[in-house]
């Protein structure tokens, strides 16, 4: 069993699109992440939740909009879809979330390709 | 966070042992040392971490210098599924975890 799964594993879309990218873990973890690896492979932090409610927003434009239905779950739904929004987005979960010996585990990556 | 410094690229040959440097001189006391490694078109996958003492797992040894100012990610036999990016990292628990740049590791047969 995967433990953090994200779906699509690949995304192509027109400029203007709107679309969602799925993650689920079945860790029983609390805290769950957004990450972007652009083109240049830095890793960036964009979202945490922890047990459903926003913990971190890292100046990610709104029209980045996460939504938690429950804590095994963070969805990423991008609105209006721009040429730099391409790159992989990974999701990731870790236990607690802000404890000193958390483990971070992460996602197989969706990569989206804005056209 | 404090800013860590890794070579951008490092070789090795295949069963022998890969010492990977990272130099983190600004560490303050509560800040733990972690290691990721990222193989090509992969999530990043957790190794090792740790705070003072030198740790062992499975999969690595971290080396922790006393003055905590720099540490060595030890990979004891070295294989050519190792070939990735691996990122040193350091961070107390209230802050999430932030990637730098990393050294690519390549494993030689």
């Known amino acids: 069993d995967t433990a953090v799964s994200q779906t699509p594993k690949y995304l192509v879309t027109q400029m203007g699109n709107d679309k969602s990218i799925k993650c689920e873990q079945n860790?029983?973890?609390?805290?769950m992440y957004w990450y972007k690896q652009d083109s240049k492979k830095f890793l960036k932090i964009m979202f945490s939740y922890n047990n459903k409610e926003l913990i971190i927003n890292e100046t990610v434009p709104n029209r980045f909009s996460p939504k938690s239905p429950d804590k095994a779950h963070l969805n990423l739904h991008i609105n209006s879809l721009e040429l730099g929004d391409s790159a992989v987005y990974f999701c990731?979960?870790?236990?607690?979330?802000?404890?000193?010996?958390?483990?971070?585990?992460f996602g197989s990556g969706t990569q989206l390709s804005v056209l | 966070d404090a800013k860590t410094t890794q070579p951008t690229s490092m070789d090795c040959a295949e069963g022998r042992a890969a010492n990977l440097p990272c130099n983190h001189s600004?560490?303050?006391?509560?800040?733990?040392v972690y290691w990721y490694r990222q193989i090509h078109s992969q999530g990043p996958q957790y190794i090792i971490h740790g705070l003072k003492n030198n740790e062992t797992n499975e999969m690595a040894s971290l080396i922790i210098t006393e003055d905590r100012k720099s540490s060595t990610l030890i990979l004891p036999h070295a294989t050519l599924r190792d070939t990735a990016v691996y990122y040193c990292i350091v961070r107390t628990g209230r802050r999430a975890l932030t990637f730098g740049s990393g050294t690519r590791l390549q494993v030689q047969p």
């Open positions: 600004t560490i303050s006391g509560n800040e733990y």
């Open positions: 860790l029983g973890h609390d805290t």
């Open positions: 990731a979960s870790s236990p607690h979330g802000t404890g000193d010996n958390e483990k971070l585990f």
